[in-house]
C-alpha cells in the first residue's frame, strides 16, 4: 500500500517503513466539529478515509483506527447557550453535541462508511491525556501561562533545534500570539493549548506549575494527544483529515507532540482534496451548502455521493453538481440492476469462472493500493460488469460473496440487496402466464401494476427480468 505523503511531497510504500501484510498499521482522522450538520465536503473526506481504512485491511493489515469527535470549542459552545440556555454550560453542551454526533454517525452509515472499524473517542472524554501532554510542553519549556491561558512558544521550540513548517513553508516575520483555534494566513503564532475560563462557560480545572487554570482545551492539543493516548504508539503510522487542515492545525498537531515528547508524530501525513459546489468553495452566503439530508431530499441515494467521490483520486480537488450527481446515480443504477441477478437464478446458464472473480477482484485491490486509485478500480470494475458478468451464472451464494467482497474494497452496498417480495414475484409470473396466452391487454395491465410497486421487467430468452426504478433520474433542480 502506498500513500501520498504531505511529510515528503511524495507517496509513502508502507513497506519502506518495515510494515507488511499481517503488521498493524495506526490511523487517527481529523473528525468533525459538531455543533451542526456534517456538509457533503466533510462526507466527501469521511469518505476517503473510510477508503482508506477499507483498503488498509483488504492490502491485509491490521488496522488500529480512532478518529476524534470535537465536542467542545467555540462553535460547539455557543451553538449550546442558544439551544439549551435553560441548562448549565456543561450539560447544554454535552446535549447539543451529543445530538449532533447521532445525526454524524447516522450520515456516515449512510453513505457507506464501515463504522465498525474504528474507534470514536470524544474530546470531552480525554481531557485527562490533553493536560499531561500539556504539562510536558511546559516542562520542556515550550509553553507559557498569560492571563489565565497556556499557550506554545513557538520561539523557544525553533532555538531548540525543532522546525515548525514541516508541511508548508511558513511565514516567521510578523510574530504574534492567537487565541483562535482557526486562523487563515501561513503565519507562526504561538497558540493556544488551553483557553482559560469564560463567565457561563463549560471549564475543567487544571493545576498547572502552581497555577490553578479552570478552563478547556485548544483544538490542536485535542488531536495531538488523543492520537498518541488512543494508538499506543509513536510515531503513528498515519494520519489523515481534508486538506484545509494542514495549516495551522496539523503543523501545531506536529509542534505539540515533538514539544512534549521529543519524538516524531506519525510517518504519515495524508490529505483528502476539497469538495468545490459548481467551481465554488461551499458557504452560507453563496446559498451553495448542501448536508445529506438536501440531496436525498432531491431524490438522490446517498451511495450515489459516494460513488460520485470515488470518481475522483482522494487528493484531488472535486467538483460536485446535480449533473454529475445524476450521473453517478445511473452508475450506482446499472450497478445495483447487475447486483439484483444474484436473485434472478432463471437468467443464465453459463458457469462462470472462478478465477476470472478473483483476477478482477485482485486488479481492483491493487488498484486501490496504489494511493487508494478508486477510479482505476471502478475502470476494473464497470469492464468486469459490461464484458464478463453477462456470461455469469447467478448462483446465490457464490454472487453473495462476490458482492461481498467488492462491497470490502469499495463500499457501495451491492450485496445488501434484497430479493423482490412474494407480491411482486407473483405478479411476475401472472404476467408471463398472460404472455404466454396471448392475452397482451392483461400482461399489460400487469406491467403497469408491478411498475407502480417499483419495478421494469424486460423479456430475455431465459424469460422475465425485474430492475428497480428507485435509482432512474430525479427530476432535476433548476
Ligand atoms: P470540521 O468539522 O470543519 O473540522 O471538518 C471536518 C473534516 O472535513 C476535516 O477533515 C476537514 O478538512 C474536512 N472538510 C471541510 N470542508 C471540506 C470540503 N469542502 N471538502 C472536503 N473536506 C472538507
Ligand atoms: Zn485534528
Known amino acids: 500500500m502506498k500513500l501520498t505523503n504531505t511529510l515528503t511531497s511524495k507517496h509513502t510504500e508502507l513497506s519502506e517503513l518495515g510494515l507488511n501484510p499481517g503488521d498493524t498499521v495506526t490511523l487517527y482522522s481529523c473528525g468533525p466539529t459538531v455543533y451542526n450538520h456534517v456538509h457533503i465536503g466533510n462526507l466527501r473526506t ?15 493489515y491490521k488496522v488500529n483506527a480512532v478518529m476524534n469527535i470535537t465536542d467542545v470549542d467555540d462553535k460547539t459552545i455557543a451553538k449550546s447557550q442558544t439551544e439549551h440556555p435553560d441548562l ?6 454535552i446535549e447539543t453535541t451529543r ?3 447521532a445525526i454524524f454517525m447516522s450520515d456516515l452509515a449512510a453513505v457507506g462508511v464501515d463504522t465498525s472499524i474504528f474507534t470514536i473517542v470524544r474530546a470531552t472524554e480525554q481531557i485527562g491525556p490533553m493536560q499531561a501532554m500539556i504539562a510536558d510542553i511546559m516542562k520542556h519549556g515550550f509553553a507559557y501561562i498569560a492571563e489565565g491561558s497556556v499557550y506554545f512558544d513557538l ?4 532555538a531548540a533545534g525543532n522546525t515548525y513548517g514541516q508541511l508548508i513553508n511558513v511565514d516567521f516575520s510578523p510574530q504574534a500570539r492567537v487565541d483562535n483555534d482557526e486562523y487563515d494566513k ?38 495531538s494527544a488523543m492520537a498518541l493516548a488512543n494508538l499506543h504508539t509513536q510515531p503513528i503510522t498515519i494520519h489523515s483529515g481534508g486538506i484545509d487542515l494542514k495549516f495551522p492545525h496539523h503543523e501545531n498537531e506536529i509542534a505539540q507532540t515533538i514539544g512534549a515528547t521529543g519524538q516524531p508524530f506519525t510517518q504519515i501525513f495524508t490529505h483528502h482534496g476539497h469538495l468545490f459546489v459548481d467551481g465554488r468553495k461551499m458557504s452560507k452566503s453563496l446559498d451553495n451548502f448542501y448536508t445529506l439530508e438536501d440531496i436525498v431530499a432531491e431524490g438522490y441515494h446517498p451511495l450515489a455521493f459516494r460513488l460520485l467521490t470515488l470518481q475522483a483520486s482522494h487528493t484531488s480537488e472535486l467538483n460536485f453538481s446535480w449533473d454529475s450527481l445524476d450521473a453517478a446515480q445511473n452508475s ?9 441477478l444474484r436473485h434472478q437464478t432463471n437468467l443464465s446458464e453459463l458457469r462462470f469462472e472462478p478465477s ?5 477482484l485482485d486488479h481492483m485491490t491493487q488498484a486501490l493500493a496504489d494511493d487508494l486509485s478508486s477510479t482505476a478500480a471502478l475502470a476494473v470494475l464497470y469492464r468486469f460488469v459490461a464484458e464478463l458478468a453477462p456470461g455469469m451464472r447467478y448462483d446465490e451464494e457464490d454472487s453473495a460473496e462476490l458482492f461481498g467482497r467488492i462491497d470490502a474494497l469499495l463500499g457501495l452496498g451491492l450485496s445488501d440487496r434484497s430479493d423482490i417480495n412474494a407480491d411482486q414475484k407473483k405478479l411476475i409470473a401472472e404476467r408471463q402466464t398472460a404472455r404466454e396466452a ?11 401494476q408491478l411498475e407502480r410497486r417499483g419495478l421494469e421487467i424486460s423479456d430475455t430468452p431465459n424469460g422475465p427480468r425485474w430492475r428497480r426504478l428507485e435509482l432512474t433520474k430525479p427530476e432535476k433542480i433548476n
Not at 155 to 158: C, E, G, P, T
Open 356 to 360: 476470472v472473480i478473483d483476477d478482477t
Open 46 to 60: 469521511f469518505i476517503a478515509d473510510d477508503m482508506l481504512r477499507r483498503n488498509l485491511i483488504a492490502a491485509g
Open 99 to 101: 445530538a449532533y454526533e
Open 186 to 223: 501561513n503565519e507562526a503564532r504561538d497558540f493556544v493549548l488551553w483557553k482559560g475560563m469564560k463567565e457561563g462557560e463549560p471549564f475543567w480545572e487544571f493545576a498547572l506549575d502552581g497555577h490553578d487554570l479552570p478552563g478547556r482545551p485548544g483544538w490542536h492539543i485535542e488531536c
Open 332 to 340: 450506482l443504477g446499472s450497478l445495483y440492476g447487475w447486483a439484483d
Open 155 to 158: 520561539a523557544k521550540y525553533q
Open 438 to 448: 396471448k392475452d397482451y391487454a392483461a400482461s399489460d395491465r400487469f406491467r403497469a
Open 88 to 93: 448549565g454550560p456543561m450539560e447544554a453542551l
